[in-house]
């Protein structure tokens, strides 16, 4: 498997990791067979789960989704070191009625870490703590959102702290208050700005690793990637899924780029595995970087 570290820490991660909202929000597999996705994660190699507090049905099923991995964790017999599983969570966003809405209230946020960390488990800091969204109003300044984190740095609770969509200025003013050892944005075919507006290339710059989430389009665009004349053409050259060719075109971007790909089905993350031996030749990258993908 290969592996790089998760920003300026010493902590090893796979270049793919497993993004676990599937496993968790509606449509969700049963909870036997999520473990089971998790189990073989863990025997592919795979040291990187990502996951939030606010993966779930609803704000009554909260935190659904880290108990799934805790348990996961601690039923596995397989080969693999747990000790060596990292687990990215996140938090600042709340499922009132199933929706989806921002809440980065400092009072929220202590709670919302501290629940975190139990239902992890309770009894190590948590790897990686990212703040789920950047603000999306002028009630809080980055500075107070921040405060509650320093804090829960300070009292163990969290190991080291990444952000999720933020913009590159809030990157930078997050980083006056704490270390920033992750940066997770959309990247796939059918967004690509993390390329030109500065973010991808300060990740490098500064050693931040940049976790890309949707890789394949999100629940809507994915299924359109196997409908592409020109992808599948490449994925019978290269005797793969258009889903490898995706995430090893994600892969040539950058070292710093680690793709986590959903998946609520065994056989969806076996496949994004492969992709790791998908070298695309040079001419391959630059003709998937001017295709037009709608």
């Known amino acids: 498997m290969s592996t790089t570290h998760l920003g300026k820490t010493n902590l090893k991660i796979s270049r793919v990791g497993l ?6 929000i509606n449509g969700r597999p049963t909870r036997e067979d999520a473990i089971k996705v998790i189990h073989r994660t863990l025997d592919l190699g795979i040291t990187l789960i990502d996951t939030a507090d606010a993966y779930c049905a ?3 099923d909260k935190n659904y989704c880290e108990k799934l991995i805790c348990q996961a964790l601690q039923t596995y017999q397989g080969s693999a070191n747990i000790n060596d599983i990292v687990v990215a969570t996140k938090g600042g966003l709340v499922r009132p009625g199933g929706a989806w809405e921002t809440d980065l209230s400092p009072s929220r946020l202590r709670q919302a870490i501290r629940q975190s960390y139990d239902s992890l488990g309770g009894r190590k800091p ?14 809080y ?19 080291y702290v990444g952000v999720s969509n933020f913009n590159l200025e809030q990157i930078k003013e997050a980083q006056t208050y704490v270390p920033i050892h992750a940066v997770q944005n959309v990247f796939s075919l059918f967004k690509r700005g993390a390329e030109t507006d500065g973010v991808l290339k300060y990740c490098e710059d500064n050693q931040l690793t940049f976790l890309a989430y949707s890789p394949m389009g999100g629940r809507r665009k994915h299924k359109k990637l196997n409908k592409d004349k020109f992808l599948t053409n490449l994925a019978s050259k290269y005797n793969c899924s258009t889903y490898c060719i995706v995430l090893a075109w994600i892969l040539s971007k950058s070292k710093c780029i680690v793709p986590i790909p959903g998946a609520s089905q065994i056989t969806s993350i076996e496949d994004s595995v492969k ?9 391959d990258i630059q003709s998937i970087d001017n295709h037009t993908f709608i």
């Open 126 to 139: 948590i790897p990686l703590w990212q703040l789920h969204d950047s603000p999306q109003d002028e009630k």
């Open 275 to 283: 992709a790791l031996d998908i070298h695309l030749t040079q001419e």
């Open 58 to 60: 609803d704000e009554n």
């Open 19 to 24: 993004g676990s909202m599937p496993l968790a």
């Open 141 to 159: 300044t980055l500075k107070e959102i921040f405060e509650p984190i320093c804090e829960a740095v300070q009292a163990n609770l969290i190991q």
